[in-house]
Every structure is written in C-alpha cells, then in structure tokens.
C-alpha cells in the first residue's frame, strides 16, 4: 500500500528559506505524478507544483515560480520541496500527494488520491 510522510515544517522570517520532505512508501513502479499542495486557513487546497516520480521535468504554479523548487530522489524514494524567498502568504499546511499518471503538468487536488498528513509552514517576523 502506498503511503507518504511529509516533514520539515516550521517556523521562519519572511525572506528566509525552508525545505520539506515527503518520504515514499510502496511506490513500486514509475507511472506515479508526485505533488506538493498547501492550505491556508479559510482558503482552498491549493497546488504548488508536481514532477513525475521517474523524475522529470517539475511543473510550477505562478504563485511560486523562481522560488519554490521540487525534486524526486528516486534512489532514496523522497520528494522535496526548497521554498526560498518565503513570504507570509506562503503560510500554510504543506501536502505532498500523488496520483496515476506520466504527464504531471495538472494540479487538481481532487485528481490525487494519496495524501500524506501535512506539514505546518509558518512565514512570520
């Protein structure tokens, strides 16, 4: 069964730097998109980005294009996500997830169907 477990959260200054981890577990072949997605209070569940689990080439949403970068260790079956420039609207609940596929370039949360059980980010002076 496949399962994921993201850390790495925490407390940092606007402008500071973070980097999430999303370790992955039964991920037995390569047809998987793997997806970073957030939740702010009183907002909707958000997608930050997503690579293909082979790994390829990530895809970005506007919000954090040039400052958020997402990378799949396959030999070590882990999922990052480095957050630079952080700002307080970063602030949120980080999600990694996954779904079926080869062509990562969708970010619909109700596409993805493995979630792991979130990760506290918090941007604040």
């Known amino acids: 069964e496949e399962q994921l477990q993201e850390s790495g959260g925490g407390l940092v200054q606007p402008g500071g730097s973070l980097r999430l981890s999303c370790a992955e577990f039964g991920f037995t072949d390569s047809v998987w998109c793997m997806g970073w997605f957030r939740q702010a209070p009183g907002k909707e569940r958000e997608g930050v980005g997503s690579?293909?689990?082979?790994?390829?080439?990530?895809y970005y949403a506007d919000s954090v294009k040039g400052r958020f970068t997402i990378t799949q260790d396959t030999a070590n079956s882990t999922l990052y996500l480095q957050m630079n420039s952080l700002e307080p609207e970063d602030t949120a609940i980080y999600y990694c997830?996954?779904?079926?596929?080869?062509?990562?370039?969708?970010?619909?949360?109700?596409?993805?169907?493995?979630w792991g059980q979130g990760t506290q980010v918090t941007v604040s002076s």
């Open positions: 997830a996954a779904r079926r596929g080869s062509v990562c370039t969708r970010l619909g949360a109700n596409e993805y169907f493995h």
């Open positions: 690579i293909s689990i082979v790994p390829g080439v990530p």
